[in-house]
């Protein structure tokens, strides 16, 4: 069997494409309008909704709920958030440690609400995994373990080589940093779960559904256009193809592999009885889970970005990042050289020119979006949702501030990304610099960073 690239994701191809929801049939009105149906506007609506019961809530899909990020990702639901220490220079230590806990919490409320609403998601709470594979690895690995506990994260433990091993027996690995605060799970069971509770909740979901336009009061799609005091943007890696938002948020790809199931044996070999999602330390870092029917998929960045902000075709990724991913498989796992890549595919991130994700709600106007969470929005889009919740009742007057509605990356501002050629041109010298820089790291002896990739991470401001 060759292997299937594109399909959306693997996800889909396990789950089957889901049942398809009408599309908006004409003009209409509304008490919020949400734009996007992934994490971010399914649980933005779930949470509204379960506040206040008689909000009118339409939910504008381009395509189906899920379509995006959220049904396509790594399944990592973990604490992590862009811009935490961004955030800890323009707003305090303090307002930054907050931000960090609120995240630690989100990964037990996202699986707390999974239990309520009977959403089997695959979900396994076995923690996240950081390894180092060389001296300059594990130098990084070392102070990111040392920046985590300083933002109070107590309960992570170092592990040693041997430690390490004990764990997940990756070859080379030096070190590793684990917290306990994340989980593997299945993106697509946790979208479609999530949608058919929001709908069962009363939430309208229109999908094929593109919205081209979005004003002041106004969602406009090519079926009719939806009016309502609050518009909410929730389109993350796909904001480029709305007008006025071309320079947003760059679309960045990460790319994905799924194996077929390993044999006991090949288990056996490799342990990872703790199911944690698994990380490197790498400047062009991978990603892994464990899956629930024994596979591993794993991913990375591959080709970061195409000209012009443009999105991949139903999740095609090029054959060149399917060898280079299937490279890092066997470079963790040498013992897997001839194991079948059941599925290949591909999804875009959002990133914001400074890298700081962001939840907003412009009182003047109604409108307000959130996301630019670069690769962590699994857990950040449902702070994110309850953010824009506390907002909009703020904002009505329904409740005063709250702890989410303080947190410093609340209304937080940030440039527009160059024209190209030139943001294309940045993209690809970044990466390739990163790229460059691991080689390097991997063969070398010093614990020092390369210092192309230092050079890089200053001038991309990430
Ligand atoms: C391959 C990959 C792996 C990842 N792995 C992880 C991970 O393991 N852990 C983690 O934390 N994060 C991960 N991420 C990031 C994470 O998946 C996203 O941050 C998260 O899913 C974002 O959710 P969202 O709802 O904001 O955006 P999306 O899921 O992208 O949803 C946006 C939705 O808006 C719709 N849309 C777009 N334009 C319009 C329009 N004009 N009108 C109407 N609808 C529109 C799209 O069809 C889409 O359904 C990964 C991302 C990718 C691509």
Not at 44 to 60: D, G, M, R
Not at 220 to 231: D, F, Q
């Amino acid at each position: 069997m060759s292997t299937v690239n594109g399909g959306i994701s693997f996800w889909y191809a396990q789950e089957g494409a889901p049942a398809p929801r009408e599309p908006l049939p004409g003009d209409a009105t509304a008490d919020v309008c949400i734009v996007g149906g992934g994490y971010t506007g399914l649980w933005t609506a779930y949470y509204l909704k379960k506040a206040v019961p008689f909000l009118n809530i339409t939910v504008l899909e381009a395509k189906f709920c899920g379509y995006g990020a959220s049904g396509r990702n790594g399944g990592w639901l973990y604490n992590g958030i862009a811009g935490r220490d961004r955030y800890a220079e323009l707003h305090g230590h303090e307002a930054a440690v907050r931000l960090q806990q609120a995240m630690n919490a989100t990964v037990t409320e996202v699986l707390d609400v999974c239990e309520t609403e009977k959403i089997d998601a695959d979900q396994h709470r076995g923690g996240v995994l950081e390894v180092a594979l060389s001296p300059a690895q594990l130098a990084r690995l070392k102070a990111f373990h040392a920046a985590e506990l300083a933002f109070g994260e107590t309960d992570r433990e170092f592990h040693g080589a041997r430690e390490t091993a004990d764990r997940i027996r990756v070859a080379g690995a030096v070190g590793s940093s684990w917290t306990p605060h994340g989980a593997r799970l299945h993106p697509v069971k946790l979208v479609k779960g999530l949608a058919d509770a929001v709908e069962a909740l009363g939430v309208t979901i229109h999908e094929s559904t593109p919205v081209t336009e979005i004003k002041p009061k106004h969602a406009i799609t090519p079926y009719g256009t939806v009016r309502a005091p609050y518009v909410l943007r929730c389109t993350e890696g796909f904001t480029a193809s709305l007008a006025g938002q071309r320079r947003t948020w760059l679309p960045m790809n990460s790319s994905m592999i799924a194996t077929e199931p390993l044999t006991d044996a090949q288990w056996e070999s490799i342990g990872w009885d703790g199911r944690e999602t698994l990380g490197d330390m790498a400047h062009a870092y991978m990603y892994a889970q464990r899956t629930a029917d024994g596979r591993i998929a794993l991913g990375g960045r591959g080709v970061p970005y195409r000209f012009g902000s443009k999105t991949d075709n139903d999740g095609r990724t090029q054959p060149q990042t399917i060898d280079a991913l299937r490279e890092i498989l066997v470079r963790f796992f040498p013992q897997l050289a001839g194991v079948r890549i059941d599925h290949a595919w591909s999804g875009v991130l959002g990133v914001p020119r400074d890298w700081c994700a962001t939840v907003t709600l412009d009182r003047s106007t109604g409108l307000g979006w959130a996301g630019g969470y670069v690769g962590s929005g699994v857990a950040t889009a449902n702070l994110a949702a309850r953010t824009l919740r506390d907002l909009i009742q703020q904002d009505s007057g329904q409740s005063g501030p709250t702890d989410l509605t303080a947190l410093p990356w609340v209304n937080h501002k940030v440039r527009k990304w160059e024209p190209e050629p030139l943001r294309w041109l940045g993209v690809q010298t970044m990466y390739a610099a990163f790229r460059g820089a691991d080689r390097r790291e991997a063969t070398a002896h010093s614990a020092e960073t390369d210092r192309v990739a230092v050079l890089a991470n200053r001038l991309s401001g990430r």
